[in-house]
């Protein structure tokens, strides 16, 4: 929780909540902290106890202070997006297909994999599969006008492996593929687009490269 929420302080009553929710809040704080102690000590086990700064108290809450965000993979991923953001202001196309293909690479797996997820931890979880879904259809729409048609085909991919369902990526996959000189890898997209809407009870016209 506080390295998700990196560089925000979590309330005391949010933690004790979510950690131990049939304790007594007296049970419940008392609990919270111990484990502050002792993940003080994991965090900064050579830094004596009255120096250590990574993880303060701030408030009625606690936060994980994180020197450099590049050791943060959440972080780099929204500062990267953010970057993609301003260069699309500026009418920088390069520049904002090269910071998007920059968070999509930093973006390596799922949240927090291990163990039985939180309800707080799915939706996280399901924030991101979202925010990545569209970082990858817009580095292949930019691919795609900049004529990096392989490029573009497999960022479209990268992102259908997050989210099938997003009709944008099957649209520039096939227009990519197509582009590209690859028109059985785009029919053969096109028909697996259209399985999908089936499964749905969708039904589509014959082509989804057009943008249909």
Do not use: K
């Not at 250590?52 to 408030?59: A, I, Q």
């Not at 799922?110 to 925010?131: F, K, N, Q």
């Amino acid at each position: 929780m506080l390295a998700v929420h990196s560089d925000h302080a979590v309330p005391r009553d949010r933690l004790t909540e979510l950690i131990w929710p049939d304790a007594s809040p007296s049970r419940a704080n008392h609990s919270l902290q111990v484990a502050i102690s002792a993940l003080r000590g994991l965090l900064e086990p050579e830094v004596p106890r009255e120096q250590r700064r990574l993880l303060r108290r701030t408030g009625q809450g606690y936060l994980l202070v994180v020197a450099d965000r590049a050791d943060h993979d959440l972080l780099r991923f929204g500062q990267l997006l953010s970057a993609a953001d301003g260069a699309r202001g500026r009418g920088d196309r390069d520049a904002e297909a090269d910071h998007l293909m920059a968070a999509i690479e930093r973006h390596s797996g799922e949240l927090l994999p291990a163990g039985r997820p939180a309800d707080w931890l799915l939706t996280e979880r399901e924030r991101l599969r979202v925010v990545l879904a569209t970082a990858c259809e817009r580095v292949s729409r930019l691919l795609t006008e900049a004529g990096r048609h392989a490029e573009a085909a497999r960022h479209a991919e990268r992102g259908l492996d997050v989210d099938r369902y997003r009709d944008g990526l099957w649209q520039v996959l096939a227009l990519a593929l197509r582009a590209g000189g690859q028109p059985a890898a785009a029919a053969l997209a096109e028909a697996r687009y259209r399985s999908m809407l089936a499964e749905l009870g969708v039904s589509v016209g014959p082509g989804v490269g057009d943008g249909r």
